[in-house]
């Protein structure tokens, strides 16, 4: 077994702390293994890097194939969970975070049925890819906190007590986490379609794939414009968001069945 391989293993059992969490949440109503959850979240996290750190001085990509690109996804949702937490103490998103991020590490330790190509050892594919998972990375975030958002907002109005997992952020943070991750996501998504268009120059023109991303990418444009220029704030801008996501979904999901059917 790789070295590699172990680690992300390890990593992915102390992730496993967190989906029990999620459970218990979503099931019983109970938060109090969270303390227990988030610190070995952060050991999870931390081996996951040694796993990563491994595998690109090893193969020279972190990125060889489809279960490295989950994994480095998986760790970089980990990054943006940890980090937003500790900025905001927004603690309800580990409810939604936790089981993706282990789900993730969970398939990517699975044996790959084929070897790194010498093009996903390109420097410049490598690049787009890393920039581009970052992108989903702070998009899922986005997606988090516009649900949040509704979520607060209709506790709110029904003047119900604290909801069943750790008390939500107040209204003007959860949009202020979703305008800046979405910003965040706009910028490393436009970075990232540069440096394919770099890479491969106009050959990309006409490409469904690459067509599909730009839908993707036109709609964070929109939405940031509205928020921007029209006010677009709190409820319209949270359901836009959620919509954003949802195409970014089917345009992740078309693009793996157009990458499988062109084999």
């Known amino acids: ?6 680690w992300l293993r390890v990593a992915a059992c102390f992730y496993a702390v967190g989906l029990v969490h999620a459970i218990l949440v979503l099931l ?4 109090g293994l969270f303390p227990f959850a988030r610190a070995a979240f952060r050991v999870g996290a931390i081996l996951h890097a040694v796993a990563i750190v491994d595998l690109t001085m090893q193969e020279g990509s972190p990125v060889g194939n ?13 990054t943006v969970s940890l980090a937003v937490e500790w900025r905001y103490a927004f603690s309800a998103n580990a409810v939604a975070h936790y089981p993706l ?10 044996e ?36 949040c958002y509704l979520l607060q907002e209709r506790r709110l109005k029904a003047k119900q007590a604290a909801s069943w997992f750790e008390k939500l ?5 959860l949009d202020e986490i979703t305008g800046k991750s979405m910003v ?15 890479q491969s120059g106009t050959s990309l023109i006409g490409d469904s794939r690459v067509t599909l991303s730009l839908i993707t990418w036109v709609l964070l444009l929109v939405t940031i414009f509205l928020r921007a220029s029209a006010g677009w704030r709190g409820r319209r801008a949270a359901l836009m968001t959620i919509a954003v996501v949802c195409g970014s979904a ?3 999901i078309a693009h793996a069945g157009l990458e499988s059917s062109a084999r």
Do not use: E, K, N
Request: net charge positive; charged share 5%; proline share 4%.
């Open 250 to 252: 089917l345009t992740w």
């Open 112 to 147: 790959s049925p084929f070897a790194a190509s010498q093009r996903m050892r390109d420097m410049w594919l490598v690049v787009h890819i890393v920039l581009i998972l970052v992108g989903y990375a702070a998009l899922f975030l986005t997606a988090v906190a516009s649900i």
């Open 169 to 173: 952020p107040p209204l003007a943070t």
């Open 1 to 6: 077994m790789a070295p590699s391989i172990f």
């Open 184 to 198: 965040f996501c706009f910028v490393f998504m436009t970075l990232g379609v540069v440096v394919a268009f770099i």
């Open 66 to 78: 489809a279960f490295q690109t989950v994994s480095l996804c998986a760790f970089l949702i980990a």
């Open 28 to 31: 019983r109503h109970r938060s």
């Open 101 to 110: 991020v282990f789900l993730m590490t969970l398939a990517a330790t699975l």
